[in-house]
């Protein structure tokens, strides 16, 4: 929990920089709104594959502080900061095609000129954002969550500031509109990647391992080791966000109650993720310094505890779920259409809470042991051999609508939770044999 709440409140302050920018661009019209919506969306879906990339360098880093490798933690990081700042340029480069692509999405004339101009701005940001997250993944495999987390919260007062200098015109500066909303946003993520370097190169414990972009400490096996790690746990998440915006584009089929609905079932569902997210990469850390420190039997406390915690945590939320299911979309909305059909979204959200947490939990464990390949292909199996067709099954065939379409994806998220537990009992029993051969021999 140490680990894992400041973790999750760093996650949160990501998710809330594009909760401000959507509040302030809706108060200058429903044409910038639904541009930074569609522009959000596809910046996102190709965003969260770098962010995955990312991920790879926690688990390296704790195995090598609990195996008392310390001194291999520094070049750890400066050959992530290498793959990541290679992998930002690629998305760079591919948002910056995506924007000429936008004409052609069948939008609202006044829509695309707002999102290509806004899409190209934001793009800007990418490569400040992967260099924070470089340096939080760092941080956390250290075990020093904290400084990440104040800095995502003290950007988010920063945002807001931006939003209304640029947004809006003042001190002097012109009205930007939607542009500004991106302006703010590049400004901000800038920011951020500095202020985390400024700590990093100051604090004397993280300073000693020579945290600087050194192309002196390449080593070509672990940029190796970062990609091997790095790429599949990047497409478990892209596997992930796709098949929930495609349940979207689904539901959105079925017209604009039902996507209403969804939307609002769907927004609460996403903040609970995030403070599972924490709890994924805690186990993450947690597993990586005992298999690091070769002590198996912790490795399988650690790894089991996090699920525990998980499902703890998140049958709370079930329950809640569950019980406010009239009242909660009353915060979004007034139409009792829309209402009454989130209800009952509510009651299957409040079910696959548990198959959600444990899904999530059961990546970072075994991301904690490396093993993220076998994964990979569990992830796109569930969302898109079972999720997804089940989906269209029980929404379109048996005619269930959205509620069939959450239905699908409650499958899933279940049979992934299920396939992830059983993957990490049989790699942890496979260490713990091996290492007992080895003491006998």
Do not use: C
Request: avoid cysteine; charge should be positive.
């Amino acid at each position: 929990m140490t680990l894992s709440l400041p973790i999750a409140i760093g996650q949160l302050g990501h998710v809330m920089l594009g909760v401000v920018d959507s509040l302030m661009v809706g108060k200058i019209g429903s044409a910038s709104l639904a541009a930074a919506s569609l522009v959000n969306s596809l910046f996102f879906l190709v965003l969260v594959f770098g962010i995955g990339v990312s991920y790879a360098l926690t688990p390296l880093i704790a195995i090598a502080i609990g195996s008392k490798t310390n001194d291999r933690a520094g070049v750890l990081l400066n050959n992530s900061l290498i793959v990541n700042l290679v992998t930002a340029i690629i998305i760079v480069a591919t948002l910056w095609i995506v924007s000429f692509l936008i004409p052609f999405m069948n939008q609202p004339v006044d829509v695309v000129g707002f999102a290509i101009s806004y899409l190209r701005i934001i793009t800007l940001s990418v490569i400040p954002f992967l260099i924070f997250q470089t340096y939080r993944q760092f941080l956390e495999g250290l075990s020093l969550p904290n400084p990440p987390m104040y800095i995502a919260i003290g950007a988010n007062f920063f945002n807001a500031f931006a939003n209304w200098v640029f947004i809006f015109g003042k001190f002097g500066i012109e009205p930007m509109g939607l542009d500004g909303a991106g302006y703010a946003t590049t400004i901000t993520r800038t920011l951020m990647a500095l202020s985390l370097m400024f700590f990093v190169f100051r604090y004397d414990k993280v300073a000693i391992y020579s945290p600087g972009l050194n192309f002196r400490l390449f080593d070509l096996s672990i940029i190796k080791k970062i990609i091997s790690i790095g790429i599949p746990t990047g497409l478990q998440y892209l596997f992930e966000v796709a098949a929930f915006s495609f349940s979207a584009i689904m539901i959105g089929w079925l017209g604009k109650v039902p996507l209403a609905a969804h939307q609002i079932a769907i927004s609460l569902a996403s903040l609970t993720y995030m403070l599972i997210l924490g709890i994924s990469s805690a186990g993450t850390i947690r597993v990586g310094n005992f298999l690091g420190e070769g002590k198996i039997d912790e490795v399988k406390k650690a790894g089991y505890t996090s699920l525990v915690l998980s499902v703890s945590i998140m049958s709370v939320f079930a329950v809640i779920f569950i019980s406010f299911r009239d009242f909660l979309p009353l915060i979004f909305i007034n139409e009792k259409e829309v209402i009454l059909l989130a209800a009952n979204l509510f009651i299957i959200a409040g079910f696959f809470q548990l198959s959600d947490g444990t899904q999530a939990t059961g990546l970072g464990i075994l991301r904690g042991l490396t093993d993220v390949k076998i994964p990979l292909y569990l992830s796109f199996a569930a969302y898109w051999l079972f999720g997804i067709p089940a989906g269209l099954f029980f929404g379109f065939y048996l005619e269930m609508g959205a509620i069939g379409i959450w239905i699908g994806l409650s499958i899933g998220l279940t049979i992934l939770a299920i396939l992830l537990v059983i993957r990490f009992k049989t790699k942890t029993d496979q260490l713990l044999f091996a290492k007992n051969q080895q003491s006998i021999a």
